[in-house]
RNA sequence: GGCCCGGUAGUUCAGUUGGUUAGAACGCUAGCCUGUCACGCUAGAGGCCGAGGGUUCGAGUCCCUUCCGGGUCGCCA
């Protein structure tokens, strides 16, 4: 049989292709054969569609016919009849016609394969990751690709339209002390160094802007050498954007806008614009997250002052300790609730580091609580006003460190919204939060570090206490927050190296050691920076969102396993002694 | 690094207080079948129960070690 040239793809042929001889290739998704008569769905990138052999049309093909299985790859030369009515199927979009084959060509063969390619297909991800290439043959994880080819289409247009240059940024790089672990590349060139593979492409974008680009963006690949979770892969992609002349708001009305169009092409949702701000410390206030999932209350109420003189030891220790209590109302679970599932919470509360979880259930005769002896009848009335407790409801107390009792609140709030069901799916509430301190405390370094990154510029009202007070020092850092997880981030820059030699300093360094580690950027400052400031976005993220997918791995070609390794080619994995020698490397295991 | 869950046929799972020859479904193979679309019917193949050690007359089942997968805390500027 002569070389067939492919005329339509099998997912777009319909009606109006009735009467039409094609030719069509595909994987064969599954045969049922009848005897004198075998049906084919021949499935390629936009869908499936129904071959049908019968001896009479197709002749001495029948035969290959009958030895097709599953994912053979085939060419089949029919043509296109529309299916009577009785026999038409519904569930596909192409259910109105079929293919009656003329001619058949075996591509290529297939071995079973270890699961079924379809969406629905029971089967664990160790194996699915084992036989990628098999897995993304389905649909859905097709579908999820194209998706995240889309979105970056989509914020290319967006960002060319308004005047972004895309330019790419060294994957060798220097290795920079603060943040994640970094991914290190030995030289073969100079003995004993490395270069260390981007956690962000931060440094090069603010000298870009140092270099007069204006306005640059890329879909930059980072590496941050950290345990993987489901939506942490430790080579992972951001969208990154700068921006020059510009303060906080410009960034933020031109990100809600890129948004807007994502989710406006991706999912037919008009976003309301502008989005609705809020800052860390009211975030942290009433959701103790700063990044927190609004669809729902079960918001947090602090009720030191109301306990702070009672006899409760475990609270008021901890308000003296400079700590807080706090409490949520979860409403009707009081009612509803074993005290089995109370006890679950106390335990689940324990895993955020909280000592402990008081709770009162209110009930129509009174309050039911291990804790309420220690109150007077003033203090109790207080805090049933102050939490509007109702019979049914259940009262949960956490006092600690105010660190630890957000944490752990935070995390109850969560697991009760989900125990509760009022997390709806379909709900997207896009939230930018605002003025995050500009320091942290680092227990395990013993002084403060940079939360966002230590070129964050402080807020101007706040610069005063860079020395005196860290703690207070709020930042132009913002967050934007997705139904309570954080897809982007960002900060104006500082761009006086003045100020920047005072940032450096309350961080700790000397200027010897900020020399030595950023020197290059120091340098580069010394020759007139306009200011700038910028933001990135976690691609996979947004990507598994708007795909209602609970893990990047979905929306990742060929993601790693929770080890860090990739279960397809099995990297890592040793190398031979002569490729070391030339690194100048011994390993030491 | 800590804690939790899991590992039995190609796949997803069941397997009693430790007790004959380890099961089911789907998939696979062969035969029959001209309107199926999760085709149907008949027959069949397929297992080092993750690995190693221990307890026991006897281990898929109990204990220890280890490997693998998942979740989570720490970590992730």
Known sequence: MKKLNRTHMCGHLNQNHVGKKVTIMGWVQ???????????????????????????????YFDDAEKLRNEYVIAIKGDVVERAQETVNTKISTGYIE??????DILSTSQTPPFMIEDNTKVSDA?????????????KMQQNLILRHNVCKWIREFLDEKGFLEIETPMLTKSTPEGARDYLVPSRIHPGAFYALPQSPQLFKQLL???GYDRYYQIARCFRDEDLRADRQPEFTQIDIEMSFIDV???????????AKIFKNALDIDIELPLPRMT????????????????????????????KNSDFKVFTNAIEKGGSVRAI?????????????????VDYVKDYGAKGLAWIIVEEEGLKSPITKFFNVDCLDALLENLNGEPGDLLLFVADKDEIVFHALGELRLELGRRLGLMNDSQYNLLWVTEFPLFEYSEEEKRYVAKHHPFTSPMEEDIDYLETEPKRVRSKAYDIVLNGIEIGGGSIRIHDSKLQERMFKALGFTEEQAWERFGFLL??????????????????RLVMLLAGEDSIREVIAFPKVQNASDLMTEAPSPVDQKQLKELHIKLDI
Do not use: W
Request: positive net charge; hydrophobic residues 35%; aromatic residues 8%.
């Open 209 to 211: 802007m140092l270099s």
């Open 249 to 259: 708001d410009d960034i933020i009305d031109l990100n809600e806008r890129m948004l």
């Open 329 to 345: 109302n979860a409403k009707g679970c009081g009612a509803s609730f074993s005290r089995r599932e109370i006890d679950g919470l």
């Open 280 to 307: 860390y410390k009211e975030a942290m206030d009433r959701y103790g997250s700063d990044k927190p999932d609004t669809r729902f209350g079960l918001e947090l109420k602090d009720v030191s002052d109301i306990v």
């Open 523 to 540: 340098k580069a400052f010394q020759y007139g920076v306009p200011p700038h400031g910028g933001i990135a976005y976690g691609l996979d």
């Open 30 to 60: 599954r045969r049922r054969d009848l005897g004198g008569l075998i049906f084919i769905d021949l499935r390629d990138r936009e869908g499936i569609v129904q071959v049908v052999f019968d001896a009479k049309k197709c002749g001495k």
């Open 127 to 139: 194996v699915r990751l084992k036989y990628r290439y098999l897995d993304l043959r389905r649909p």
């Open 99 to 104: 293919v009656v084959a003329r001619e058949l």
